[in-house]
Structure formats: C-alpha cells, structure tokens
C-alpha cells in the first residue's frame, strides 16, 4: 500500500494551495461578514478545472482522480469553507451525476458547461418536512404530454441563488414511495421556477443556501435523468461520491484550526514564555494532528476506492463523520487555545468553528452516518 502522491497529485495540491491564498484568503472575512458571493473565486476555479474535476475530457473535465479532488478541495477549504462548498456541490452532486447517470445528450448540452466551469450547478433533494428522511419528499412531477409539470418546495440548495441549472428529484408515483421519486435537469429562468432569499446562516456565510419554488414547471421529457423511479438510486449513489467532498471540506478546516493554533501558541507569551511550552496546549495540538492525520488516511481509503469502481458508502460515511467530528473539534480547541482572542472576530479562528459545524449536518449528519455504517456492519 503506497501514501505517496504522485507528481500529478502533488502539483493539483500546490495549484490549489496557491490559489486559495492569492485568490480567496484577501476579503475572505468580509465575504463571511457581508454574505458576499465569491463570483470571481469562482469562476477562475472553473478556469482552472476545478469545477468538473473527475469529469472526463470528452466531456470537457479534467479528468483527474478523486485523490486529486480531495487534495484540492482541503486547499481551497483550509482558507475558504464557503467556496469550497461551492466547488464540491458541482464536482460531486451535479457533474458525478449527469456524467454516471445521465445520457449522452443530456452531457452534451449541460455536463459540458458544468464540467468547464462556464455553468453552475445545484443539487436539489430536501425539503421542508423531509431532510434525513428523502424519500418522504412531495415535491411533485406529473407527465403531460412532451412534458412534467413540478410544483413543489425544496430547501437548503447550496447554490439555489447563484446556480444555472438545478438537479431536482420530485415524485412522478406516489403509490410507489421511495420507488418512485425520479430525476430531473431543471434551467433556471423557466415559467413557475422561483428562487427565495439566501437564508442567514451561522457559518459558510459567502456561499447561498436558499428555497426553490416550482409552481407548474414545465420541465421536457427529455430531462428526465435515467428513467422514472430511478431517484431515490440516483440520489443515494450520489450521496456517496458527495460524502467525500464535505469530509475534504472539513479536513481542510480542521487543517486551517491546526495552522493557526501551532502559530499563535509560539507567539502568545504567558507567564514569561510562549504557550507553546506548555504542555497543557502541546497536547491539544498533539492530539488536533493525530485526529487530523486519520481523517486524512479516511478520506483517501474512500477516494482510492471510488477511483477503483468498487463500493464506497461505508467508507465515504466514516471518512465524513470522522472528518467532520475532527474540524469540530479542531476549532474548538483553536478558539481555546487563543482564549479571549479566539473569541472575536478580527482573529479570523471563530470563524472555523462556524464553517465546521454545518459539516456534521448537510449530505447527511453525523447520526445519519452512523446508521449507515450500522447497516454495512450488520448486512
């Protein structure tokens, strides 16, 4: 078993790296304070690939492995959590799908522009009453003629605002439950489809989280993603692949905890030498990077079994629960470790502890996790 990043992997890794810090870390805060879009941030990932990363080059991705995704998005989330959020969603939940799911046409005319990063996308599941629980999901599609009708609500869609295209799962059956929920490719700007207000939220503040509104949406038959009642399968396979990216995030959060931590405790001087020197903080950082290391390990096990087409869910779920838990914690112990400081704004560090939380929610929480580890434990 080889840990040694190829070349390739390694120059992703400094590429990444040296965006995030020329291009995200100025403004970052404001952005937070201010719920700025980073529009431009995101754009020039799409420039340089970062959009479609796993996406073949037939289809105009990068066509890199998922090691590489993971090594790109800890870069660009150990500065900026929001934009890294941004880039997972169109990596793993939107391009993973359109590309393992969708047909050649439907590739074509909206992978192609995902993948290149000149479009963006969302990922649409959740709903009001049905978050841990999707296949309780009422947003409805009903077929009439060349067409299906939507009408429904959805919530909590990363990108809802700032997204062209919107991958949506609505109930064509009723009667078939979680059987038959089917997928669809919606546009943006079509007759019934509304975007709410960006909800005001505790961390990841620069990235848009709001509520679509479908009222008769007529969406071509031609959008529908597989065939009916394949949504559900289509969602959790997707899930999947998504659990990966959110674990990155919140390792590249963690990582940002560990960075500042080790740099403030060789420059805070407290009874006559720096805190560094004492073991109380020498064993929190010890502790921060052992949890920091394993979670890294995780989430490249998930990865190298995604690029070998084997099955994945019980490791993606571990890698994001352990990840997500760690840059919890990671921040926790940040904000402690530079006391009263950590606990105000201009030293950046509460900030982590914002962004990690909503780790351990979105894409599944960490309960959620748990069960599905359960259920490959217990088959």
């Not at 192609?112 to 959740?126: C, E, T």
């Not at 060349?146 to 009408?151: D, T, V």
């Amino acid at each position: 078993m080889d840990f040694a990043l190829n070349d390739e992997q390694k120059l992703i890794r400094q590429t990444a790296r040296e965006f995030a810090l020329a291009e995200l870390e100025p403004g970052a805060m404001e952005r937070d304070e201010q719920k700025i879009w980073p529009g431009e941030a995101v754009k020039k990932m799409g420039e340089l690939g970062f959009m479609g990363m796993m996406v073949s080059p037939t289809w105009d991705g990068s066509g890199m492995d998922t090691i590489s995704y993971t090594l790109a998005m800890e870069e660009i989330a150990r500065v900026d959590a929001s934009a890294a959020v941004v880039m997972s969603v169109n990596n793993s939940l939107v391009c993973h799908l359109l590309e393992t799911h969708g047909n050649d046409a439907q590739r074509e005319k909206y992978l192609k522009p995902l993948a290149s990063g000149k479009k963006l996308g969302a990922y649409s599941l959740s709903e009001p009453h049905a978050g841990s629980d999707p296949a309780a999901i009422k947003c409805r599609a009903r077929k009439e003629g060349e067409y299906y009708l939507i009408n429904g609500t959805k919530n909590w869609v990363t990108n809802g605002v700032n997204s062209d295209y919107v991958i949506l799962f609505a109930v064509t059956d009723p009667s078939l439950k979680h059987k038959g929920i089917s997928c669809f490719i919606v546009e943006k700007g079509w007759d019934g489809f509304e975007t709410g207000t960006p909800e005001n939220k505790l961390g990841i503040r620069s990235s848009d989280t709001a509520e679509l509104y479908f009222d008769n949406v007529k969406v071509p038959r031609e959008n529908l993603i597989g065939k009916e009642g394949d949504g559900f399968r289509i969602a959790m396979d997707t899930l999947d692949g998504g659990r990966i990216g959110i674990a990155s995030q919140a390792l590249g959060i963690a990582q940002a905890a560990l960075d500042a931590s080790i740099a403030y405790s060789k420059e805070r001087v407290q009874f006559g030498k720096p805190i560094s020197y004492f073991e109380g903080i020498q064993f929190k950082l010890s502790d921060m990077a052992m949890e920091i290391e394993a979670a890294r390990l995780l989430i490249w096990q998930a990865a190298s079994l995604k690029d070998r087409g084997e099955p994945v869910g019980a490791k993606a779920s571990m890698a994001k629960l352990f990840a997500s838990e760690t840059a919890m914690r990671a921040a926790n112990q940040c904000v402690q470790i530079h006391g009263g400081y950590g606990f105000i704004k201009e030293t950046g560090v509460e900030r982590l502890m914002r962004d990690a939380k909503i780790t351990q929610i979105y894409e599944g929480t960490s309960e959620i996790q748990r069960i599905v580890i359960a259920r490959h434990l217990l088959r």
